[in-house]
C-alpha cells in the first residue's frame, strides 16, 4: 500500500507537469492520449501475465476505445481542445484497461478452475475455441460490474469527473449531466467492446499466459 502510494505521488506529480505542457496543443494532446493508451496496454498485459501477447491487448483496447472517442470528439459532445481530450481520454482508456484486466484474469481463473470441464468438451468434439468460450464467456460481464454501477448511481452516490469538470469550467447543471451522461455511455460501450474482443482473443488463444498456453491445443 505504501509503494502503490509513492507511485501515485511521483506519477501525479509528472503527470500534472506534463499535461500542463501538452493542453494547448491538440496534437500534443492526442500525443498524450497514444502514451496513455501505451501505459495502460503495458499495466494490462503485465497484470495478467500476458506481456507476450501485448499487441493482441492494444488490439482489444483499441478497438473499444477508438470509436467511443472518435463519436464523442468528432460529435461535439467533448469540445476539441486539450483540456477536454485529455481527462476524456483517461477517463475511457483508464475504465477500458481496467474491464479488460479483470475479463482476463477472470476467464484465466476459470480456465484454470475448470480444466477438466473443458478437456470434455474437447472429447465430445467440439472445437477449443468453442470449448475455451462455454467456460470464460458466462464470467467476462463481472468485468462490467464497476461501470455498471457506476452508471446506475450517478447523482445518487457519485458525481463523476466529466460532471465536477464541466461545473468548474463554467458550465450549466445541464451541459454537466448532458456531458457525463454521454462519458458513462461512452464508456460503458468501450469497456463491452473491448471485454467481448478481448475474450474471443484468448478463446483463440492469442492471449494467455505461458502456463496455459503450455496446457492448451494448439
Known amino acids: 500500500l505504501v509503494t502503490a502510494a509513492l507511485r501515485a505521488t511521483a506519477q501525479l506529480a509528472v503527470a500534472s507537469l506534463a499535461i500542463a505542457a501538452v493542453l494547448g496543443s491538440v496534437w500534443w494532446s492526442l500525443a498524450f492520449a497514444l502514451l496513455m493508451f501505451r501505459v495502460a496496454t503495458g499495466t494490462s498485459a503485465r497484470r495478467t501475465g ?6 493482441w491487448v492494444a488490439m482489444a483496447l483499441g478497438i473499444g476505445v477508438t470509436p467511443v472517442l472518435g463519436l464523442l470528439l468528432l460529435s461535439g459532445v467533448i469540445p476539441w481542445h486539450g483540456a477536454n481530450l485529455v481527462p476524456t481520454a483517461g477517463i475511457v482508456i483508464g475504465g477500458t484497461m481496467t474491464a479488460c484486466t479483470l475479463a482476463t484474469r477472470r476467464a484465466f481463473d476459470e480456465l484454470q478452475k475448470q480444466f ?57 447543471a445541464l451541459e454537466a449531466g448532458a456531458a457525463q451522461l454521454m462519458v458513462l455511455i461512452g464508456l460503458l460501450a468501450a469497456e463491452t467492446i473491448a471485454v467481448v474482443v478481448l475474450v474471443r482473443l484468448v478463446a483463440l488463444a492469442r492471449v494467455l499466459p505461458p502456463g496455459l498456453r503450455a496446457r492448451l491445443p494448439t
Open 116 to 172: 477438466g470441464a473443458f478437456e470434455a468438451a474437447l472429447a465430445l468434439g467440439l472445437p477449443s475455441r468453442d470449448a475455451v468460450l462455454e467456460i470464460v464467456a458466462p464470467t467476462s460481464s463481472e468485468a462490467l460490474l464497476p461501470v455498471l454501477d457506476q452508471t446506475r448511481t450517478v447523482g445518487l452516490v457519485t458525481l463523476p469527473g466529466a460532471y465536477v469538470g464541466v461545473l468548474l469550467g463554467g458550465g450549466s
Open 50 to 55: 500476458t506481456m507476450r501477447n501485448a499487441p
